[in-house]
Structure formats: C-alpha cells, structure tokens
C-alpha cells in the first residue's frame, strides 16, 4: 500500500510516497506501527513534481526512533523528575490545576501557545479551546517569529494576506525574480527548480542576502547589504525606478491609492545616499532598478532576512511599493509574494490560533466575525475574550502577578526558537503549569511539568495550507505507537475536565468540516474545501467558498482585498536595526537556517541520516584574521543578552562587517534581540550588535556544547 | 514649551528634514515655514542628475504643499524674509506682513559666490545672456532652456568641484562640449591629492571633456572666456559652479554671532540668542560649515529632538561626498588631505585608479577613493562606524577582490556536490548512469543545482 502525502518539514510541503519499505503491500488501512517506512517519489504533485531535499527523504527516521515518547511525564513534587503517568492522571492534573487557576485568577491566567507546524485542524480547535473550553484571550504561536510582518504589510497594502498570490511554479514564467531574505536553495530546496527553470528560459534571479548562499550561487544578479538595511535598498530602489521614469502610471492611477505621497517620500533616497547606509554600491542599486523597470513581468519575493526585523512590516510594505509602482501585483506571472517558512506557517495563522483572529483570517474584535464565528461553535458572541497578547510578549508575561500562571504549548520549542531565548527560559521556569505536547523530549518539553506524547506525521491525517495557499492532505501511513494521542484527543479530554460548554471533536474530516463552515465568507475561506477535493485535485487553493467554486491559484487579477478594489502604498521610513553596531559590541549578527536541520531541530538533530553538526559562526577571511581565528577554531560570540561559542567557519561569502549562526540549536536565540515590530510583533532575529573573541583554549568544552545561560 | 509658534526660514533640504522629524516625533507647536522659491520643497543635489537627463525633473519634489497642509504646517511660498527682530520676536516678510515667532530656526541655505570675472554682470545688473548659475531648479531649468534653442553649443564650466564635475559630466552627456577652468591646482582640491586628481583628469579627457587647472577666467568677451594664462575659451554658456557661501544676511542683522557662518552650540541654538537655531549650510559649528546634505540632515535630527524635549547634542558629523554623474566614480570620506594619519594607498593609472586610505589607531578616519568604487560600501561602513582594523585590513580592502575561481572539476572524493542529499564525488564517481546516482544517492533530486557538476563527474570532457 501507498500513502499520497506531504513533507513533515517546510512551507513548500513537497508532494511524497510512503510505502512499506519489504515493499509488501498488506492491504487498506495504515500499516501496523512497527512497520519500516520508505519515502518515493510523487512526480505528479506540481510544487515539487518528485524533488526532494534530504530532510524529505529521510523523514521517516522519527518513526520507530528511541527518543519518541510514547506515555506521558509528570514532573514528581518529591524528586522534581519527570516521571510517566496515566493519561488519566496526567490529563486530572492538568484538569484540576486550570480549573483551579481560573477560579482564582479568571480564564486570562491560563495561556495557550501553538505553532506553525499544526495542521489546520489543530490550529483551529486550539483556537476554539482557547476561546471557548477556557475562556481565556491569551493564545498566540510561533508564526509571529516567522512571517507575520509580511502578514501585515500584506493585508495592509493588498487588503489579503496569502503569502504567494499565485502558484510557485509561476515562477518560471515571470522576466526578473526578486529574492529579498530568502535562502530557498538551502531552506527549500526543491524550490530552486523554478529558479533553475526560469533562468533556462532566459529569465533573471536576483538575490539579496548579506551572505552569498547557494541560492545566490545560482542568482544572475546578487546584492549584498549590510544587515537589517532592506528597507533603505528597496527604497533607494524605488527612487530610481520613479527617477528614470518606470512607473506603470495607467496601473498605478486605476488599481492602487497613495502613490504619490510615496513618490515624494523617496525622493529622498537617491542611491548614493542608500550606498551609505545599506554598503550596497550606488551603481548596483542603479542597475537592479533599471533591471526591475525595464522587464515585463517582476516578481519580488521576500523571506525571514527582510522580515524577522523590528521594522520588518515597513520593509515589506517597500518591496510591495516596489512591486506596485511597477504595476505587477495582480498581473499574471508577476507581483509580489512571501515565502513562508514553517510547514503551516499559511493555515496556522488564519483559523484563530493568532491573539488577535478568529477562523477564516476574521479580527477577533469584529463583531460581525464574532457572532459568525460563535453560532457556528454553539456559544454566545459576547462569551468570546477579545484580544490576547502576542507571542513574545505573552511569554513576557508568564508568572508575572497579572500574567499567565499556567501555558499549554502544541507544537513549538519556545526555549530555541524564542529571541533573548534565557530571559524566555526564566519565564517559563515562573510558572505555576508548564504543559507541553510533542513527540520527543524537546528542550522546552524538558522543562515542563507535564509533557503530552502526541500523534506525528504519518500518524495521523489533517490538512495543511502551503505557502501558495493550497490545501492540501497529510493522510496517515501507519498505526501510531501504543500510548500515544493526537494533540485533538487531548484537546477534547481536557475540555471536558473544564466544563467546556460544546464538546470537541476528534475526528479530522469533522473537524475540517466545521473549519470550512467557521471560515465561510472570512477572507480565508474553506467553505468549498473536502478532503475528497483535495485528492481529487492535488491542492485546492483558497479562497473557495462553495462546492462549485475551482478555488483560486491566483489572487487579485480584477481586484485587490480592500473594500475599494484597489491597492495601497504606504509611506514608510528606513530606521535601521534597534541596536547599531558600537565599540563594545562592534560586528553585525545575523542567524539563519542550514539544509539539514528543520526550525528548533527538535525533529531533524534526531534524525540520524541527517549530519548535526552542531552550530558554528560564519565569517570573512578578513574579519577571522583581524580577530587571529582559524577555520575550525571556537570563537565566543556576545551581545547584550548572552553569549555562545562555536567553531569558526571562515567563507568569504559573507559581508566582513557581518557574522552569521544558525539558530537551530540552543545558543543563537541566547544572543539575538527582542526588539519587536510595532505592526507585527516580529522580534529582530536577523540583526543585532555583537562582539566576537577567539574561545579560551582552557574551555574548549564550551565549543562542542554551547551552554544554556546568559553571561558567565 | 507647549503651543510655542515656530518659524523656519528656508524650504531646502535641511528645513523639510526638520518638519519631518518634528511631525514624527508629534512636535506640539505651531510650524510656519517661509521658502523663497516658489516651487514645493525639492532633492536639490539632484540637479545635476536632471540637467543630465538620469532623473526626470517631476522626481524631484520631497513633500510637496498638501502634504504640509495635512500636517498643519503653514506653509509659505515664494515668500522672502526681509528682516528678522530679535526684540520683538517676529519676522517681517517683504510683502509687510510680520509673523511672530518663539523660536525661530534659519535653514537659508548658501549663496552662490560670483567669481571675480570681469563682463560676468552687465550693465543692468543681470548675468550676461551666457552666463548661469547652478543652485536652484530655476538655474536648472533656466540652463535646460538655454540648450535647448541651439544644439552644438560649448560650454565651460567655472569650477572643478563636485558641483562643477557633476554640471559638465552632464553637459557632456548631453552632447555639449565641454571644458573646466579650476582655479586652483587640480580637481577637487578640496578633496583629493595630485595623484587622484590626475586620474580623474585622464578620466575626464577620455569622455572629452578638457581640464584646465591653475588657471583662472578673468574676463568674459565676445571672444569667449579669457584665462590669467593668456588662453581664450570659446563658448556658448559658462557656467559658475565655484563656490557658495553660507546665507548670513538675516543673522547679521539680527546681530547674532556669525563668522563664516551663523555659529551655533550642541542644540544648534546661535550662541547669541538660545530663541534661534541654524542648520544646513547657512550654520556653522565648532568652526566648520558644511555644504553637504547628510550633516544638514544630522543637524535637523538633533535639532528635532531638542525642541521635543529631547537631551540629544549635535557633535559634528562624519562625511561621505560621492560624486553623481554618469562614468565618473569617486568618493570621499572625511578629509583625507588634511586629517592625520597613516596613508595606505593603492594608485593605478593604466587602469585610471586611485584610492587611499587613511588610518589612525586601526580606524579608518579619512579615504579617498577614485575610479573603482567596488568596495566603496564596506569602507564606508568601517569608516562610520569606526570598525577597528587588523594590521593587513586597510591593504586588504584595496587589493582586488579574489576572482571566483572556476568551479574546478578536480573535485576530491570528499567534497559535497548535492547538498540537498549529502552526497559527495566520490559517490558520484562509484555510479555509471544519472538515473543510478538519482536512485542510490538521491543527488540531483532536490533543489536540482548539482546537475551540471554530477554529469561532468559522470562523463569527464575527454572520456568516451
């Protein structure tokens, strides 16, 4: 037997077999757990036609894997260990403890965090539990850390945010791509096709990055500026296109508002002036707008380098100008786009697992959305909490006085993946109730009172929405090992310890059902969606509100989402990461993602196929010899938060001003800054100041296991 | 102080700066700003680049007057300042009308100096017909106009500043032959050394354009332009792009303090009188006037913020002046001729190169960089951000970059070719057939970018 399904990893949730690896078919059903799986080509799903990258391929090394829980843990008040328990136990305490906590404290004591890689139907119950089971306003998750700035630049400028208003494959078919921040060759690989597609039919890449990653490898044009300095490129950018005259003025006039107090505002940024802030030189900036206003089509894609910034919105918002100006957002082949990054980083943000949303992408203080949202749950509107805080600062908040006491985590290590990650550890550690649902011991698991061993991929059926807004269907594969629950029987067991008034479903397609009805005539909207259409047509794209409706591949083509049709420009303003380089802390620290490793690395550093190699610190020939380190040696990284140390990996594909670490294991959050985007609550994890030293040789232990802590 | 009433003379650069900030940081008074020129607040160091014909002339304007309406700036335009009390705390326009003030903030500017050229002005007081200044969008358009009556005129541009390379690198791409009279010894004398003068004077000669250096026109004729060396230029339009001087009038006869310039403290406040304020060019502080936007711009910050209540101080300002005009690459950091330091410097005149660097105690405090601008970014940020460098660095950032060597195909067995799957040469090497290495290795199955490199390893040129 094979399983049509997707990728457990990235936002591009390349299209995959799973079969038994004997090959011996045993009829319908899934497998018996102990079966071996094997991961086959499906050269007919059209995102990835049978490519994958080598965390697709080796994504069933968490099947069987010694570290998978399979019973729950609670931590024992005697010995302060983690101990198994009963799923009763487990579930009574947690039980006992929220009731407790809300009577004393009200609902808002209690917090819900959940994550990116929920399928849509988790991510929906656990907004309805949020809501309705507790009472509580205060859930967010971990897509704030990933595109919510492209998020709110989007919905402002396009009245929608989608992240790709059209298929990835258009790609191959526009004149200029644009890569602002993204790094798809090494984060999604499969992707670079289109890349290669393009280029073969003459078309031009372009990629903007204070590193020369792979992706720019295989770029025609690359731009390198200095971290955290996008927005004045894109605005420099801008400027040339309106001062050699490459605005679309037909466009601009009949689809869009605002442009000309945006003309008038970079008048101000001629590229001498942008080559000063951004070390870009004036004559690149000049040739990629003369690149950008001569071609037909352009497609301008941005990624986490433009947007994890704390003025991250406002630098999307500039690209989007860019995109509009040249009139290619609604055009065919053209526009612009974000390329998500988490594996549901696009559904999990629009079916009410976000502070501020309801299902279908509605606001939660929109009174229309919440007595639609409440007659479909079978609650009273006013008996919804309004707006909850966001994530980093809901975890700001644990265990202070009026602050959440007790948090339920679904599908996020928070102790990785948070900014100024040990000021985050202290607040965990604040409070009353940490509970946390994974599949393996993940540092944040390690660190909670009880931890929840749930259902994985392939475990499990559910659907996801890619990073062009296509539904699509995870179906299991196989049995999951005893002892083991989806994240939905936990949520329906411990609604009803809470007295929930409506009951939880378990079931997915009932569930999915209930979303489509939930999201029917919001922005994102389901309400046509099956789970038959879905196999039937390999990904439906939303918005798709009835049966009859074929979905919708391409977004805006007659008219943008504000209420008038048209699109907005935005005047913004460069204002340069929060913290600047200085005489104590005097380099640029950027973090990223290497192929191998997923996010947190909870999944892929358990992978034994994959190479975990650990982190290192990436930095220029020029800057390794000022600082007399050698390729391999450890260097100890500080900023004003924390520090690390890991080995030197001296390229000279990085900006000499500028250091790089990956933040899949502990260490780069330790060190990055929780400033936060006045639109998007997006932390800065690409940019802050940080100084550099060669390790002590006396402490050569520190290289092979960056500590958890702050300063010594 | 709450609901203060206050009133900028100027709409130039520095001056719409300063009403941008105070709007963002929601400045509670009353702003009234007076322009002379008519016409809404424009990018003036983009003439050049309109008089060039790289920047459409509609580009230029900032903000433009319903803009300063909907932030509810009173707005004047066309409005001349004709004196200024101090005691009474108003100014008087030169239409009579007198407007009170609070704190008053001079953002005039500089005027352009006349050369002392003998038939430059008639009779009447106006420039001869030939004769234009290049300051404003006036002089811009007034210029453009000039050129557009008769092609195949000759100009010769008074001055070889950045002004003036900037003004005849775009007369020449218009098609005007153009020639240079600089009075002092070379180009940019200001700026550079001999030797990188005299790169960008080949650099010149080669776009055709003539550099005449030591010499000084001393008389406008109906022969032409005549030099102190006896030449004589012929020429349709001469331009005068030789030296500006801070706008003082208003302060003088204020009776505020003025040397070159109206002389101000850490607030930007006249020593004189804490009421009023000078930025830009027209203001001067611990000895210097500028000339140059991004001090202006600095200065309008710090300015802002004081009168938000803020504690910032204005503490001078470190320069970048980039030339603009098309084939001519030069910039300047600091002041490389006069600031001590050790000079490291590399000097090409085959290839028409020149930069130099200047370094104290590792930091770089002063550079000059002519005809290859390729690292002109990095030096830049090590320059302001006063990054302090190894002993090799400053040799380093003027040595060329290393060329990207050709992927070699020597590739050891060792070495990652698909990154995607982990797969390294020699794994390559051990399969026969691009379909055996898909399925053994799975190389090739993810982002596809080791194609190229796995059918080389595959089928060496060479081999049957």
Excluded at chain 1, 140 to 155: E, F, H, K, L, Q
Aim: hydrophobic residues 40%.
């Amino acid at each position: 037997m094979t399983t049509e399904t997707h990728c457990p990893y990235c936002s591009l949730q390349c299209g995959m077999r799973l079969a038994p690896a004997s090959g011996l078919s045993s009829g319908s059903g899934p497998l018996p757990a102990r079966t071996a799986l094997e991961v086959t080509e499906w050269p007919e799903f059209p995102v990835n036609r049978g490519a994958l990258c080598r965390k697709g391929w080796t994504s069933t090394g968490l099947h069987r894997h010694r570290e998978r829980l399979t019973q729950p843990l609670v931590r024992s008040t005697e010995t302060g260990e983690l101990a198994p328990a009963s799923w009763e136990e487990a579930l009574d305490l947690i039980g006992d403890r929220l009731l407790a906590l809300r009577r004393e404290h009200g609902a808002d004591a209690i917090g819900v965090f959940g994550g990116g890689g929920l399928t849509n139907e988790k991510a929906y119950q656990l907004g309805k539990f949020a809501r309705v089971a507790i009472g509580t306003s205060q859930i967010d998750y971990n897509g704030r850390w990933c595109m919510s700035s492209a998020a709110s630049a989007g919905t402002r400028a396009l009245g929608l945010d989608r992240g790709l208003p059209f298929p990835l494959a258009d790609i191959e078919h526009t004149d200029v791509v644009v890569l602002a921040g993204s790094n798809l060759a090494e984060t999604m690989p499969p992707a670079a096709r289109h890349l290669a597609a393009l280029r073969e039919r003459g078309g031009t890449v372009v990629v903007i990055d204070p590193r020369q990653t792979s992706t720019a490898a295989q770029a025609d044009v690359f731009v390198q500026p200095v971290p955290g300095t996008d927005l004045a490129l894109a605005q420099a950018v801008l400027h040339q296109l309106v001062a050699d005259g490459n605005v679309d003025s037909d466009y601009v006039e009949s689809r869009t508002t605002g442009f000309s107090s945006v003309r008038d505002s970079v008048a101000s940024w001629w590229p001498e002036r942008a080559e000063r802030v951004t070390g870009v030189p004036a004559s690149e900036i000049r040739a990629l707008a003369g690149l950008l206003g001569t071609a037909e089509k352009v497609m301008v894609l941005t990624a986490r380098g433009a947007e994890q910034h704390a003025s991250g919105s406002d630098t999307v918002l500039a690209w989007i100008n860019v995109a509009l100006t040249l009139g290619m957002c609604g055009r065919e082949h053209a526009g612009y786009g974000c390329l998500t990054g988490q594996g549901n980083g696009q559904g999990g943000r629009e079916h009410g697992q976000k502070a501020d949303q309801l299902p279908g992408y509605r606001m939660i203080d929109d009174p229309e959305a919440r007595s639609h949202v409440a007659s479909v749950w079978g609650v009273p509107p006013e008996s919804l909490p309004g707006k909850g805080k966001s994530a980093y600062e809901l975890l700001s908040s644990l265990g202070e006085p009026d602050g959440v006491k007790a948090l339920l985590v679904f599908g996020s290590n928070i102790v990785v993946s948070a900014p100024n990650a040990s000021f985050v550890s202290t607040r965990l550690d604040a409070l009353d109730l940490l509970v946390v649902a994974d599949i393996v011991l993940s540092e944040t698991a390690a660190r909670a009172d009880v931890v929840l061993p749930v259902t994985q991929w392939a475990e499990e059926t559910g659907t996801m929405t890619n990073l062009e807004g296509r539904v699509i269907l995870r179906q299991q594969a196989i049995t999951p090992p005893v002892g083991v629950v989806s994240d939905l029987a936990i949520l329906q067991g411990l609604a009803e310890r809470l007295d929930s008034p409506v009951d939880f479903a378990t079931d997915p397609e009932t569930i999915f059902a209930e979303l489509g009805r939930a999201s029917a005539g919001g922005k994102a909207d389901y309400a046509g969606i099956t789970y038959d259409r879905i196999r039937d047509e390999r990904g439906v794209f939303w918005p798709c509100p009835s049966p009859e409706h074929a979905g919708t591949p391409r977004m805006f083509l007659s008219a943008f989402g504000h209420e008038d049709g048209r699109a907005r420009f935005h005047v913004v303003e460069h204002r340069g990461a929060v913290e600047q380089p200085d005489a104590e802390y005097p380099l640029h620290l950027t973090t990223g993602r290497v192929l191998a490793q997923y996010q947190s690395g909870a999944q892929t550093r358990r992978v034994r196929d994959l190479p975990d190699d650990g982190p290192f610190v990436e930095l220029h020939p020029m800057l390794a010899r000022r600082l007399s380190v050698e390729d391999g040696q450890p260097v100890r990284l500080a900023t004003r938060r924390g520090e690390m140390t890991a080995p030197a990996r001296v390229v000279d594909t990085i900006r000499p001003d500028a250091v790089f670490v990956p933040f899949h294991w502990v260490g780069a959050n330790l060190l990055t800054n929780d400033a936060l985007d006045p639109a998007s609550r997006m932390p800065e994890f690409k940019a802050c100041a940080v100084a550099l030293s060669r390790a002590d040789r006396a402490a050569p232990a520190l290289a092979a296991a960056p500590e958890l802590g702050a300063a010594p | 102080m709450r609901g203060e009433r206050l009133v900028i003379v100027g709409n130039g650069m520095a001056a719409t700066r300063l009403v941008e900030m105070l709007v963002a940081r929601r400045y509670d008074g009353h702003i009234t700003v007076i322009g002379e020129e008519p016409v809404p607040a424009y990018n003036r160091i983009l003439l050049s680049a309109v008089l060039e014909g790289t920047h459409r002339a509609e580009a230029l304007t900032m903000r433009d007057p319903e803009w300063f309406a909907s932030v509810g700036v009173d707005l004047r335009l066309g409005s001349r300042v004709l004196q200024v009390s101090r005691k009474e705390s108003d100014a008087m326009l030169v239409d009579g009308t007198t407007i009170p003030w609070d704190r008053l903030v001079l953002a005039t500017g500089a005027i352009p100096t006349l050369p002392p050229i003998r038939g430059l002005v008639q009779l009447d007081g106006q420039l001869h017909p030939k004769v234009h200044a290049f300051r404003s969008l006036a002089d811009c358009n007034g210029l453009l106009t000039a050129l557009d009556e008769r092609p195949g005129q000759r100009a010769v541009v008074v001055g070889g500043g950045l002004l003036g390379l900037q003004v005849a690198r775009a007369l020449s791409v218009r098609g005007v032959a153009t020639e240079i009279v600089e009075g002092s010894e070379h180009l940019l004398s200001a700026q550079l050394d001999e030797r990188g003068a005299s790169i960008l004077k080949r650099g010149l000669k080669k776009l055709g354009t003539e550099v005449y250096a030591g010499a000084r026109a001393v008389r406008l004729t109906d022969e032409g332009l005549r030099l102190d060396n006896g030449y004589t230029l012929e020429t349709d339009l001469v331009i005068l792009t030789a030296g500006g001087r801070p706008s003082t009038a208003l302060a003088r006869q204020a009776e505020l303090y003025v040397r070159r310039g109206v002389v101000v403290d850490g607030h930007l406040a006249s020593i004189t009188d804490p009421r009023v304020h000078a930025i830009g060019d027209c203001a001067e502080y611990a000895g210097k006037v500028t000339g140059f936007v991004p001090p202006a711009w600095e200065q309008a910050v710090v300015l802002a913020e004081h009168l938000c209540g803020g504690d910032t101080v204005y503490d001078g300002s470190r320069s970048v002046a980039r030339l603009r005009a098309s084939d001519l690459e030069v910039a300047v950091l600091g002041d490389p001729e006069r600031t001590d330091g050790e000079v490291v410097e590399v000097t090409n005149p085959i290839a028409g190169t020149h930069r130099k660097l200047v370094v104290r105690g590792g930091v770089i405090v002063a550079a000059a960089l002519v005809g290859d601008l390729a690292r002109v970014g990095l030096i830049t940020q090590l320059y302001d951000r006063r990054t302090i460098l190894g002993a090799h660095e400053p040799g380093e950032l003027l040595s060329a970059e290393r060329a990207t060597a050709a992927e070699s195909l020597a590739l050891p067995d060792d070495a990652e070719v698909c990154a995607c799957a982990g797969v390294s040469a020699g794994r390559i090497r051990g399969c026969r057939t691009l379909d055996e290495v898909r399925g053994s290795t799975r190389a090739t199955t993810g982002c596809g970018g080791c194609t190229s490199v796995v059918e080389q390893l595959l089928f060496p040129v060479g081999s049957s």
